[in-house]
């Protein structure tokens, strides 16, 4: 299973883009650009299509085609799904729409409302939702509770103990930090994907404490931190 997540298909068997996003005045050439070639290749029929293969069919570096990706998903026109094998194992679905989808702030339900046009015809019958979980297509809030919940539950599950205890005045930062996210409006899942790879690749000398992830957050998620950690 390809951690890097996987594009549903479309039945159909030529490159056709929606009018919505061409002519979209807030999108910009990249962000369609990126869109048309997502469209050529989830049109191949028995062609599975990962995010790592389109970006390698970018000449553009990594911080530009991640820049790209971030505006389809900000913009609504790429869903992304957090789902759950047989085996419990967490992998991802991408869901390309031909309408702008726009969650609400605090909404569980990322059910695309998006679709139109003949040429969106996703099957979703594959999935058995009863044992899946869709990711939550929400954006985080300033609840702080949630944002160190995800990470100490992916540092346990690391290193099979609990995060050590953060001063308060470190607390204020992270505070500070969960804000800056929020205003940023990431959504639970990026965020949640984002942990996931930062432990996978975490180096022996790096403890897992919270503090060095944010100082990775502006490059993730561009968003500013005023004050440092202490």
Request: hydrophobic content about 30%; overall charge positive.
């Given at each position: 299973?390809?951690?890097?997540?996987?594009?549903?298909?479309?039945?159909?068997?030529?490159?056709?883009?929606?009018?919505?996003?061409?002519?979209?005045?807030?999108?910009?050439?990249?962000?369609?650009?990126?869109?048309?070639?997502?469209?050529?290749?989830?049109?191949?029929?028995?062609?599975?299509?990962?995010?790592?293969?389109?970006?390698?069919?970018?000449?553009?570096?990594?911080?530009?085609?991640?820049?790209?990706?971030?505006?389809?998903?900000?913009?609504?026109?790429?869903?992304?799904?957090?789902?759950?094998?047989?085996?419990?194992?967490?992998?991802?679905?991408?869901?390309?729409?031909?309408?702008?989808?726009?969650?609400?702030?605090?909404?569980?339900?990322?059910?695309?409302?998006?679709?139109?046009?003949?040429?969106?015809?996703?099957?979703?019958?594959?999935?058995?939702?009863?044992?899946?979980?869709?990711?939550?297509?929400?954006?985080?809030?300033?609840?702080?509770?949630?944002?160190?919940?995800?990470?100490?539950?992916?540092?346990?599950?690391?290193?099979n103990k609990e995060h050590m205890k953060v001063s308060a005045t470190n607390k204020?930062?992270?505070?500070?930090?969960?804000?800056?996210?929020?205003?940023?409006?990431?959504?639970?899942?990026?965020?949640?994907?984002?942990?996931?790879?930062?432990?996978?690749?975490?180096?022996?000398?790096?403890?897992?404490?919270?503090?060095?992830?944010?100082?990775?957050?502006?490059?993730?998620?561009?968003?500013?931190?005023?004050?440092?950690?202490?």
């Amino acid at each position: 299973m390809n951690n890097e997540g996987v594009f549903r298909q479309k039945k159909v068997f030529f490159s056709q883009i929606s009018n919505n996003v061409l002519r979209d005045t807030k999108m910009s050439l990249k962000g369609k650009g990126l869109y048309s070639i997502i469209q050529s290749y989830i049109t191949i029929e028995n062609f599975i299509l990962y995010k790592t293969t389109l970006k390698k069919q970018c000449k553009e570096g990594n911080k530009a085609f991640e820049s790209a990706w971030k505006e389809l998903k900000d913009r609504g026109y790429l869903v992304q799904y957090r789902l759950r094998d047989k085996k419990g194992n967490f992998y991802y679905e991408y869901d390309l729409l031909d309408n702008v989808h726009t969650p609400e702030k605090g909404s569980a339900d990322n059910a695309p409302s998006g679709k139109g046009g003949i040429y969106n015809k996703t099957d979703l019958t594959n999935i058995d939702f009863n044992n899946t979980e869709k990711e939550r297509y929400t954006i985080l809030s300033d609840d702080n509770n949630v944002c160190f919940k995800i990470y100490k539950d992916a540092y346990t599950k690391k290193f099979n103990k609990e995060h050590m205890k953060v001063s308060a005045t470190n607390k204020l930062y992270i505070d500070r930090w969960v804000s800056s996210l929020a205003e940023a409006k990431v959504l639970i899942c990026d965020y949640e994907e984002e942990v996931e790879k930062y432990f996978n690749k975490l180096p022996p000398t790096n403890n897992g404490n919270i503090l060095a992830f944010i100082k990775t957050s502006k490059r993730l998620f561009d968003v500013d931190i005023v004050d440092s950690a202490i």
